[in-house]
């Protein structure tokens, strides 16, 4: 039973709560419409702008997703899980398997909008990766779509004078991709570092992700070391919240 502080809450969230619970439970599945306006109207004796309320809740939660002309649906979608330490372990890429693999299994992954270019170098970039004044930086940016929606952007910056004439500076890279080219060069990556944070995204990162309103997106920063130290490569994500699980599997 709703103790007073829920009821006192609005009524389009009251109404969200009870949707959001029906699609816990299971009364509405992934791909399920859900009520419309008018059926909300009837069964709680709202106004429209309530109704629509409740369901942009669900909306920009991610929950739910509206389809012109048809109504609001049950997200269809499975967040990925990223597995963030078994992913990065020399056995993947070395083996000449993408670091993906472990995230994926048997799903659809596809990199599209890939660019390759040389760049002066943004000065946190700069910075990280030691550079001299004059120095530019491989750059490479890809969009990831899985199962057919975009779940991640990513901006790899590299040292121009380690990568000259080497894979990565093509678009395809090759078995195990970055690190195992960079492996070959002789400055294969034996520790990793991930930064993690949140904000809400600008409308171009909205539009290529082609993410709910309302959902955030999650900044993941990892930058690459060889055994003596030096950074190699640094790599900035911008992930889809609602397509996300971020995972960190460890012994004590």
Not at 93 to 109: A, F, H, K, M, V
Not at 133 to 145: D, K, L, M, N, S
Not at 219 to 241: H, K, Q, S
């Amino acid at each position: 039973m709703a103790n007073a502080g829920d009821d006192r809450r609005p009524k389009y969230q009251r109404i969200a709560d009870t949707l959001r619970e029906a699609i816990r439970s299971g009364e509405y599945g992934p791909g399920d419409r859900l009520p419309g306006e008018n059926d909300l109207m009837a069964a709680h004796g709202v106004a429209r702008m309530t109704a629509r309320q409740a369901l942009s809740v669900l909306r920009d939660e991610g929950v739910a997703e509206a389809r012109k002309g048809a109504g609001v649906f049950v997200r269809e979608f499975r967040p990925l899980r990223r597995r963030g330490i078994q992913r990065l372990a020399q056995q993947q890429w070395g083996n000449g398997r993408s670091i993906w693999s472990t995230d994926i299994e048997n799903r659809s992954l596809d990199v599209d909008q890939v660019t390759v270019s040389e760049e002066a170098a943004p000065d946190n970039v700069a910075a990280v990766l030691d550079l001299a004044e004059e120095e530019t930086v491989c750059v490479r940016r890809r969009r990831f779509v899985l199962d057919g929606k975009p779940v991640l952007l990513a901006t790899s910056y590299l040292p121009a004078s380690l990568v000259a004439g080497a894979a990565i500076t093509q678009e395809e890279t090759g078995p195990g991709g970055t690190y195992a080219r960079l492996a070959e060069l002789g400055y294969e990556p034996v520790h990793f570092r991930e930064e993690v944070r949140s904000r809400m995204p600008s409308q171009d990162e909205a539009t290529q992700l082609a993410m709910s309103a309302g959902t955030p997106v999650i900044l993941v920063c990892r930058t690459a070391f060889t055994a003596e130290g030096r950074p190699v490569e640094i790599n900035e994500m911008t992930l889809d919240a609602a397509s996300y699980i971020l995972e960190y599997d460890f012994d004590a």
